[in-house]
């Protein structure tokens, strides 16, 4: 942390900050300038509260110099990690495709879908069992039987299988039937559930925050990995914004400042991030050059009936248009789809 005093300060004020870091176990470094004195503070162990030192007498600005996340980045880990999901790498030169249904509707629906998907290069099946959905009225998903189905389509395709969990409660349930666990966009900061499904012994897909910043979404995977769980995939799917031709606006840009700030892989989910099944193809080919570790995408072989997400889901041909279009792509930017 630097602190900036103003340009009035007065000796009597810069050897206030030093006493005030001083209390709290720190070692403040004054470099007087000719303008003006900033204080550089050191001994920190975690992050030091800004707000600690911004009302002292004579003091400008403070400005943090370091980040409060520290297993998430790439200071601590400066090698891509790679996450082994049901044996699929996610985050190395194969960019990964997760596709299924929004949410697994019955066992006839899933694993046509889960063929489909896997017959046209899927790598992993998407489906959630527990759904959070907006209203209590909508659809709230087939919950355990859901698991099982999605376990059944695992068998018929050999897709490994990834599936939201909601609650603390569902942990090791939905562990017992899923090779990695989903944690939704309005789970992001629920930090009780972050914790349990850190140690679940499953690699994990966090979802950004509707509203997160990168420090927070860093933050989230910081809590995953702060009980050991190493595992951990990054997904953007869209943040809010006042835009009204799609249902969100895909933060693209978050992929190139995920990777630079951490080791972490970054998929990208074109379905959420833009809620229309017409932009989810040129959004997937944005995400692939903009250096996306993955897209994760719907697909449903009747859209029209499904029971939640329709108007975002591909039909089976347009997936398999967007695995063609793709291809070229990822090989322009050194990768395979
Ligand atoms: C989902 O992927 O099924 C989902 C509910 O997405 P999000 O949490 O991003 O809204
Ligand atoms: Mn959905």
């Given at each position: 942390?630097?602190?900036?005093?103003?340009?009035?300060?007065?000796?009597?004020?810069?050897?206030?900050?030093?006493?005030?870091?001083?209390?709290?176990?720190?070692?403040?470094?004054?470099?007087?300038?000719?303008?003006?004195?900033?204080?550089?503070l050191t001994?920190?162990?975690?992050?030091?509260?800004?707000?600690?030192?911004?009302n002292l007498p004579g003091v400008l600005e403070v400005i943090k110099v370091s980040h409060p996340y520290k297993l998430v980045s790439r200071e601590f880990h400066p090698q891509d990690s790679v996450v082994s999901v049901g044996g699929v790498p996610v985050g190395g030169t194969h960019v990964v495709v997760i596709a299924g249904p929004c949410a697994v509707e019955s066992k006839e629906q899933t694993v046509t879908i889960a063929r489909a998907v896997k017959e046209l290069g899927a790598d992993l099946l998407r489906g959630g069992a527990f759904k959070p959905r907006t209203s209590p009225y909508s659809f709230q998903g087939l919950g355990e039987e859901g698991l099982q189905i999605?376990?059944?389509a695992r068998e018929a395709?050999?897709?490994?299988?990834?599936?939201?969990?909601?609650?603390?409660?569902?942990v090791e349930l939905?562990?017992?039937?899923?090779d990695c666990l989903q944690i939704g966009a309005r789970n992001m900061q629920n930090f009780e559930l972050l914790k349990r499904v850190g140690q679940a012994g499953r690699p994990v897909l966090l979802k950004r925050g509707m509203s997160a910043t990168l420090e927070e979404f860093l933050l989230a995977a910081e809590y995953l990995m702060a009980e050991g769980n190493a595992d951990v995939v990054l997904c953007e799917r869209g943040v809010r914004t006042f835009t009204d031709h799609t249902r969100n606006t895909l933060d693209l840009s978050i992929v190139p400042a995920v990777e630079r700030m951490s080791h972490l892989p970054i998929v990208v989910d074109p379905s959420h991030g833009t809620g229309r099944r017409d932009k989810v193809v040129p959004m997937s080919?944005?995400?692939?050059?903009?250096?996306?570790?993955?897209?994760?995408?719907?697909?449903?072989?009747?859209?029209?009936?499904?029971?939640?997400?329709?108007?975002q889901a591909l039909t089976p041909d347009m997936f398999a248009e967007l695995m063609a279009q793709l291809r070229p792509i990822a090989v322009a930017v050194g990768r395979t789809v």
């Open positions: 942390m630097l602190i900036v005093m103003d340009r009035a300060a007065t000796e009597v004020e810069v050897a206030g900050v030093v006493a005030a870091a001083e209390r709290r176990g720190l070692r403040a470094h004054p470099i007087p300038g000719a303008q003006r004195t900033a204080i550089g001994g920190n162990r975690g992050a030091i509260d800004p707000a600690a030192f911004e999605l376990a059944d395709t050999g897709l490994p299988v990834v599936t939201e969990v909601l609650d603390t409660a569902h939905v562990a017992r039937y899923a080919r944005a995400s692939v050059a903009a250096g996306a570790d993955g897209i994760a995408v719907e697909v449903h072989h009747k859209p029209e009936e499904a029971l939640s997400d329709g108007p």
